[in-house]
């Protein structure tokens, strides 16, 4: 998937320059506020609140094995910490990093928005800027756990 996505969205750059690109962005981004309201819908279903906390229990994609991470819960937030990503090691090896990043940039903050307009994603750490990690943290914006 990461290998496609990539090829896909360096054509359609390639193309169509910052307008193919935002494009990219935004199908993103659509593709994430509705993997966010799936979730949403299911966390309803089992008449649960939209926290931090039933997030990632009503996630709707398994995770491969080829991901590893540790999750830390707190009030109102979700801190992950990932230490290895198959979708930026695929990039990576591709020297894809460009293109990557406008999948990276832009799913979790749309999933977060999806899922609860006031659960927001702040992605502070990419392995496609070089770092060592990738790290997120996402919090109910206003402190109340809704």
């Excluded at 966010?36 to 926290?51: D, H, M, P, R, T």
């Excluded at 590893?68 to 090896?93: D, R, T, V």
């Excluded at 928005?113 to 996402?138: A, E, Q, S, T």
């Amino acid at each position: 998937m990461a290998q496609l996505f990539a090829t896909i969205a360096k054509e359609v750059t390639d193309r169509f320059g910052a307008e193919g690109e935002e494009a990219i962005r935004q199908a993103v981004r659509t593709f994430g506020r509705r993997r966010g309201q799936n979730i949403a819908a299911n966390v309803e279903q089992a008449g649960l609140e939209k926290s931090a906390e039933n997030y990632l229990p009503f996630y709707d994609m398994e995770r491969s094995n080829l991901f590893k991470y540790e999750n830390k819960y707190g009030p109102a937030q979700l801190e992950q910490h990932f230490s290895e990503c198959i979708f930026a090691k695929a990039w990576m090896e591709m020297g894809m990093e460009k293109y990557g990043l406008l999948y990276c940039e832009e799913i979790d903050p749309a999933i977060a928005g999806g899922y609860n307009p006031k659960f927001k994603c702040h992605h502070d750490k990419y392995f496609l800027k070089g770092d060592d990690c990738c790290h997120f943290v996402f919090k109910i914006e206003d402190g109340e756990d809704k």
